[in-house]
């Protein structure tokens, strides 16, 4: 795809004056209406871009990039200011982007040796001159890497949760695989992960962490092993057992990986891999849970400046954040931080572009489609991540990009206007404990399920009553009868329980529900206390006091506030060791609220 400001000059490029140091070379372009003329930069460049100071530029920004100098039109010949930039990427990415068409001057010497105090060689023919500066069409670049030849062409996908997946997804990185396959493109998708993000395993309740002695932070680097979880059956051999490297991680932030990626790369070209394409699909983390807005593409540019240090010749596609369904009034400011961040994004990254590292968009919100204001999309499970559709989608948005901007394949890719959802089953083979916590249920894990809805209820003298829906959801195939929400179980009494698996929103993502299972309750755990109170302490803090219990198995309380002027807000759960008086202060709460 050719830019609108497409530079013919690599085809009639000639030496201006190439014995005269203060005229340069002139060349031949087209404008965007198609007019002919002539058009003269002046200036000196050299490798990495900074000015050379003593010169009329010495006011001019050493971090600048070369399309955000200040270059006046050529009025003055060689008397112009002079500037140095990197001949290779921003000059050239300043005049593509610059909206004054009128003539410059520039004189293009050849540092490639390194840097030199004093004047080497210009540019003296043709052939040289055109292999320095013929870069203005993206697609040319593209081409050295699987385009046009043999050559394998090494792709690392850049994400969070959406371009992760959930274990059992088929993923929009394996849709995008087999476009590839498809179009003869030799792409090797690469990266330190290869799997999916895997259902926990299944395990007992833990108690919170002391707060006299807090956990240590999260590492930069999460656990890998969290990320093996298995595709879809429907997947491909040759794209599960070795072709399936990533960088993706459910919950990852741009802000987090704008400090690795460089590192990541470098670990990859060590191993032979160093990423030629990046496809990056990152923000949402920001903007949904930290705040974040159009201010987040200035963090989307370091970005690509730490990806560039690794690789400076990296191609580049970003994909916009996509809008979710709404949250209400969890998060009512998430549409609007959404639309302007894309917004900027749209306005930013297009100047980011060198010849030796373009970077162009792809539009996945618009893939995507999800309204806002509505409590329901077509292409997601949840009113975010994708489901088999929005996997289609989302593939069809950066592969249109790779296809457009870089030449990639003979046809971009095209989403089928409807695809069948994944299928969901009951869970079998439940078991009921009646020791430890009273009530705990274990039943065989579901490869894809999400989470799985649990109802329980007591059975008292025969006389069932109405089932109650457990809250929160089974985050994995076992659940434990919490005291905290529901003041049961009690010691002697049966209980029953059944569940099913919820792989997303919709009622056709959940399955039926398994037949029940029931027995009688005997917990061993410590009772809790028999009195609990709290009392306003001073701005956004409370004291809480409570009974002690009488029991030596006690090893910790757990403490559960809830602000119940925020909706749908979790509980903060504060862990103390046992004391003979306890008497507690919490504070980070929200003044005002109860």
Request: glycine share 8%; proline share 9%; hydrophobic share 35%.
């Amino acid at each position: 795809m050719q830019s609108p400001w497409h530079n013919t000059a690599a085809l009639a490029c000639v030496p201006y004056d190439e014995q005269d140091l203060d005229e340069g070379f002139k060349w031949r372009h087209y404008d965007q209406q198609g007019q002919d003329s002539w058009s003269y930069l002046y200036g000196w460049a050299y490798i990495g871009g900074e000015p050379w100071f003593g010169k009329r530029d010495s006011k001019v920004d050493p971090n600048a990039y070369g399309y955000q100098y200040s270059i006046e039109p050529d009025d003055s010949g060689p008397a112009n200011p002079s500037y140095h930039v990197n001949h290779s990427d921003r000059l050239i990415a300043w005049f593509l982007h610059h909206d004054d068409r009128r003539p410059y001057l520039i004189q293009v010497y050849n540092y490639q040796g390194g840097y030199s105090p004093g004047r080497p060689e210009p540019y003296n023919d043709v052939c040289n001159f055109e292999t320095g500066l013929r870069t203005t069409d993206v697609s040319t670049s593209a081409a050295q890497c699987g385009a046009t030849d043999d050559k394998t062409c090494n792709v690392m996908v850049v994400g969070d949760s959406i371009s992760n997946g959930y274990e059992g997804d088929a993923t929009w990185r394996y849709r995008l695989w087999e476009w590839a396959q498809d179009q003869n493109w030799q792409a090797r998708f690469v990266g330190p992960l290869t799997g999916t993000e895997k259902q926990n395993a299944a395990h007992p309740p833990e108690p919170p962490p002391l707060v006299e002695n807090p956990p240590a932070p999260p590492p930069a680097q999460p656990d890998p092993s969290q990320f093996t979880g298995a595709y879809a059956q429907s997947d491909a051999p040759g794209f599960v057992q070795g072709d399936s490297g990533h960088y993706a991680m459910w919950g990852r932030a741009l802000g987090q990986d704008v400090g690795t990626i460089e590192l990541v790369m470098a670990a990859q070209g060590a191993q032979g891999h160093l990423p030629d394409v990046l496809l990056v699909e990152l923000g949402f983390n920001d903007i949904g849970w930290q705040g974040a807005g159009a201010g987040l593409v200035d963090t989307m540019k370091k970005f690509v400046d730490n990806a560039r240090n690794a690789n400076p010749h990296v191609k580049i596609v970003l994909a916009d954040v996509p809008q979710r369904t709404t949250l209400g009034d969890a998060n009512p400011q998430l549409p609007q931080r959404t639309r302007d961040y894309d917004a900027a994004l749209a306005q930013a990254a297009p100047g980011w572009s060198t010849p030796d590292s373009p970077v162009v968009i792809a539009d996945i919100d618009k893939a995507m489609g999800c309204d806002p204001s509505s409590k329901t999309c077509a292409t997601a499970y949840d009113g975010l991540h994708p489901n088999p559709l929005g996997e289609y989608r989302i593939a069809a948005a950066f592969g249109t990009a790779l296809h457009d901007a870089f030449g990639i394949g003979t046809a971009a890719p095209e989403a089928p206007a409807s695809v069948p959802d994944r299928q969901v089953t009951a869970p079998t083979n439940l078991v009921f404990d009646g020791s430890q916590q009273g009530v705990t249920v274990t039943w065989d894990k579901i490869v894809g399920a999400h989470s799985y809805d649990v109802q329980w209820r007591e059975v008292v003298d025969g006389a069932e009553k109405p089932w109650e829906d457990a809250v929160p959801a089974a985050q994995f195939n076992r659940w434990d009868l919490p005291w905290q929400f529901s003041f049961q179980p009690v010691d002697g009494h049966r209980y029953e329980v059944r569940v099913r698996e919820v792989a997303g929103d919709a009622d056709d993502l959940k399955s039926a529900w398994s037949q029940p299972v029931s027995g009688i309750a005997h917990p061993t755990t410590p009772k809790p206390p028999d009195e609990v109170t709290a009392q306003a302490a001073g701005p956004g803090e409370i004291d809480v006091s409570w009974t002690p219990v009488p029991d030596d198995s006690l090893t910790r309380y757990a403490v559960y506030v809830y602000d119940t002027d925020t909706p749908l807000v979790f509980a903060k759960v504060y862990g103390y060791a046992p004391t003979v008086s306890p008497l507690r202060r919490i504070t980070g709460l929200t003044p005002g609220h109860h």
